[in-house]
Structures are given as structure tokens and as C-alpha cells.
């Protein structure tokens, strides 16, 4: 039978803040992710070990994850794109790591200095050094159907990233619409390229807004057996290296979507409302 349990990967606290205008202030950051772990998420993507040069709005995550209080059963998640963000993340108490790779060869080369080989050479040491600390490791793939600088992505490349992640190790694969530019059909096609190389179960969803597509985008991967679709709270989000890149989907809206199609999430409709309105607080303060 297949599923009706879909778990939402709440990714507002890193990629929703990475993207502020403003320097959202540490204490900020820690009601939110305390807000969220009331609400019944299994997995918090808290903050990110990168270079406070290329993206200084989560340079205090160290100083996030000490002051936030951690609800048991709940995994505090830390993006690492080397070995230096792998010991910050460690030290800091991160519960998971995540390494982030793209299908694109401009989105990479903006995002992380680096070509897709050269990228997944750096992460392969991370992926090493968390098997042997027993640390759990996600993988991103961004601009799985469109980059801001390449145009339309060939499925191919990102069933072969996405492969390249699940050799080194990865858990699970989150494919990311990193500028919610892909239409639904592309999404149908990266998917069937994909789940020829890793089952469904090891995939999980990640769609911008950009073009108000999410939701068609997240129906298209649960026709497809995916059950795992990361979600910032208040459409929090954007990436500063894809320029035009809205928030990630609202949290709450694919709450409502999943649960309208008979889906449970296991979260707190009400305490993920109130976990929104501190999203947006943060997000229109002056
Ligand atoms: P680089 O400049 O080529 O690296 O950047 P480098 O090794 O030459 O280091 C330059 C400086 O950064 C050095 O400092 C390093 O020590 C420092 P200096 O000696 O000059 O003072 N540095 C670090 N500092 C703190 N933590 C670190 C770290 N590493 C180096 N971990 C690098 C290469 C990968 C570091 C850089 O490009 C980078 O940090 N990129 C991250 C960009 C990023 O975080 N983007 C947003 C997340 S991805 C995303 O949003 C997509 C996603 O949501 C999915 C989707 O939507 O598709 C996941
Ligand atoms: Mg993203």
C-alpha cells in the first residue's frame, strides 16, 4: 500500500534566513527554531558552517544551535560544504549534516566556487569523517530541472549528481527547484531519470515558490512515491546565488495541501501557524 505519512523537513531557520535583508539578530533565529520544535517536526535544518564571506547571515549558527532548546526525538540538521563547516557543525552539536552539490555547472561554480567534480571531491571527506563520527549525511542537488545560469537542466546530469551523493553515503537525496522555475512536466521527467538510479524512499522534495508552482511540483513527486518535501515556514527563503529565487514553499500551505489530499504529517497545525507568524514577523521587521 502505498504511504499516506509525509514528513515535512522544515529548512526555514537556514534556507529561509540565509536570504534576509536584514541581519536577522541571533536571538530571533533561536524563538524561531524553538517554535518549530513545539510543533511536531522530526528534522530542523538550523543553520549552515559556510563561509560567513559568501553568505554572512549564517555566520552566528554556532551561537544558534547553542541557545536553542532541543526537544527530544527532534534531529537539528547543519549544511557543511568542507571540512572546516564539518568540525563547526560537529562542535557546535549538530545532529545531521547536509553536503549540497548542483546539476548545473554555473549554479555550482556561483554557489561554491567549485565545478561538480571538484564540489563532490570536497564533500567526499565529509561524508568519510561523519560515517566514522556515526553523523547522519543528507545531500542536496539544487537546479534539478532549471538553472539561473545554464537554462533548462538535463535530467540526466541530475540523476548522476544525485547517484554521486548516494554513493558517498547519503541517506536521502533532496532534489531542489532552487529558483521554482520547473514546470510540473520537467518535474515528472528529472523524477523518472532519478528513481532509475534510488528509490523513492531515499528522495525527498525541495521546491521554491519563484513561480508559484510548488505545490503542483510536490503532487507531481507524491505521484512518484516521494514522502519527504522540505518546506520553510512563512514562504521564509531564497538562495543569494540564484538571483530571482522566491521563498521555499510555505510550510503551512503544504501543510493544508497534504492534509486537504488525505495526507498525515504528524504536525501541529496550530503551533506551526504560530511558528509562521514569528517567520513573518522576522521577515517584515524594519
Ligand atoms: P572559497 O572562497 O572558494 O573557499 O569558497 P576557500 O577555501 O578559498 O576559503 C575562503 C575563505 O572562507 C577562507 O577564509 C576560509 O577559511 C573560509 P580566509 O582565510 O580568506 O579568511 N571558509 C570558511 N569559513 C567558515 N566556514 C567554512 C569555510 N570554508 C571556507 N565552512 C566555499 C568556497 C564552499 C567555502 C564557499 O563558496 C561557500 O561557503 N559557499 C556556500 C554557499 C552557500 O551556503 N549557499 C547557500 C546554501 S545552498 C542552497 O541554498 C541550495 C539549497 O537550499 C537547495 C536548493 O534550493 O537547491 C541547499
Ligand atoms: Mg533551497
Given at each position: 500500500m502505498v504511504s499516506d505519512a509525509v514528513e515535512i523537513f522544515e529548512v526555514g531557520p537556514r534556507d529561509g534566513l540565509q536570504n534576509e535583508a536584514r541581519d536577522v539578530p541571533t536571538d530571533e533565529k533561536v524563538a524561531l527554531v524553538d517554535?518549530?520544535?513545539?510543533?511536531?517536526?522530526?528534522?530542523?535544518e538550523v543553520g549552515s558552517f559556510v563561509s560567513p564571506r559568501w553568505v554572512p547571515r549564517m555566520a552566528d549558527s554556532g551561537d544558534v544551535f547553542a541557545a536553542i532548546r532541543r526537544a527530544p526525538g527532534v534531529r537539528y540538521?547543519?549544511?557543511?560544504p568542507n571540512m572546516k563547516g564539518y568540525a563547526a557543525a560537529r562542535a557546535a552539536g549538530a545532529?545531521?549534516?547536509?553536503?549540497f552539490a548542483s546539476a548545473?555547472?554555473?549554479?555550482?561554480?556561483?554557489?561554491l566556487n567549485a565545478t561538480i567534480e571538484e564540489s563532490l571531491t570536497r564533500f567526499a571527506p565529509v561524508a568519510e569523517a561523519a560515517r566514522a563520527d556515526g553523523v547522519p549525511v543528507r545531500g542536496y542537488v539544487s537546479c534539478v530541472v532549471e538553472c539561473p545560469y545554464d537554462g533548462a537542466v538535463d535530467p540526466a546530469d541530475t540523476a548522476r549528481v544525485a547517484a554521486a551523493l548516494r554513493d558517498m553515503g547519503c541517506y536521502e537525496i533532496s532534489l531542489g527547484d532552487t529558483i521554482g522555475r520547473g514546470a510540473p512536466e520537467a518535474v515528472d521527467a528529472m523524477?523518472?531519470?532519478?528513481?532509475d538510479e534510488i528509490p523513492a524512499g531515499?528522495?525527498?522534495?525541495?521546491?521554491?515558490?519563484?513561480?508559484?508552482?510548488?505545490?503542483?511540483?510536490?503532487?507531481?513527486s507524491l505521484a512518484r512515491g516521494l514522502r519527504v518535501f522540505d518546506a520553510a515556514v512563512g514562504g521564509l527563503g531564497g538562495c543569494p546565488y540564484a538571483p530571482g529565487a522566491a521563498g521555499n514553499v510555505a510550510?503551512?500551505?503544504?501543510?493544508?495541501h497534504l492534509e486537504a489530499a488525505g495526507y498525515r504529517t504528524g504536525l501541529d497545525t496550530d503551533a506551526v501557524a504560530r511558528a509562521a507568524g514569528l517567520a513573518r514577523a522576522i521577515r517584515s521587521a524594519p
Amino acid at each position: 500500500m502505498v504511504s499516506d505519512a509525509v514528513e515535512i523537513f522544515e529548512v526555514g531557520p537556514r534556507d529561509g534566513l540565509q536570504n534576509e535583508a536584514r541581519d536577522v539578530p541571533t536571538d530571533e533565529k533561536v524563538a524561531l527554531v524553538d517554535a518549530l520544535s513545539a510543533s511536531g517536526f522530526r528534522r530542523i535544518e538550523v543553520g549552515s558552517f559556510v563561509s560567513p564571506r559568501w553568505v554572512p547571515r549564517m555566520a552566528d549558527s554556532g551561537d544558534v544551535f547553542a541557545a536553542i532548546r532541543r526537544a527530544p526525538g527532534v534531529r537539528y540538521a547543519a549544511l557543511t560544504p568542507n571540512m572546516k563547516g564539518y568540525a563547526a557543525a560537529r562542535a557546535a552539536g549538530a545532529d545531521e549534516v547536509a553536503i549540497f552539490a548542483s546539476a548545473s555547472e554555473g549554479f555550482s561554480k556561483a554557489n561554491l566556487n567549485a565545478t561538480i567534480e571538484e564540489s563532490l571531491t570536497r564533500f567526499a571527506p565529509v561524508a568519510e569523517a561523519a560515517r566514522a563520527d556515526g553523523v547522519p549525511v543528507r545531500g542536496y542537488v539544487s537546479c534539478v530541472v532549471e538553472c539561473p545560469y545554464d537554462g533548462a537542466v538535463d535530467p540526466a546530469d541530475t540523476a548522476r549528481v544525485a547517484a554521486a551523493l548516494r554513493d558517498m553515503g547519503c541517506y536521502e537525496i533532496s532534489l531542489g527547484d532552487t529558483i521554482g522555475r520547473g514546470a510540473p512536466e520537467a518535474v515528472d521527467a528529472m523524477l523518472a531519470a532519478v528513481l532509475d538510479e534510488i528509490p523513492a524512499g531515499r528522495l525527498a522534495g525541495h521546491f521554491h515558490d519563484t513561480g508559484g508552482r510548488a505545490l503542483a511540483n510536490v503532487d507531481v513527486s507524491l505521484a512518484r512515491g516521494l514522502r519527504v518535501f522540505d518546506a520553510a515556514v512563512g514562504g521564509l527563503g531564497g538562495c543569494p546565488y540564484a538571483p530571482g529565487a522566491a521563498g521555499n514553499v510555505a510550510t503551512e500551505a503544504l501543510l493544508a495541501h497534504l492534509e486537504a489530499a488525505g495526507y498525515r504529517t504528524g504536525l501541529d497545525t496550530d503551533a506551526v501557524a504560530r511558528a509562521a507568524g514569528l517567520a513573518r514577523a522576522i521577515r517584515s521587521a524594519p
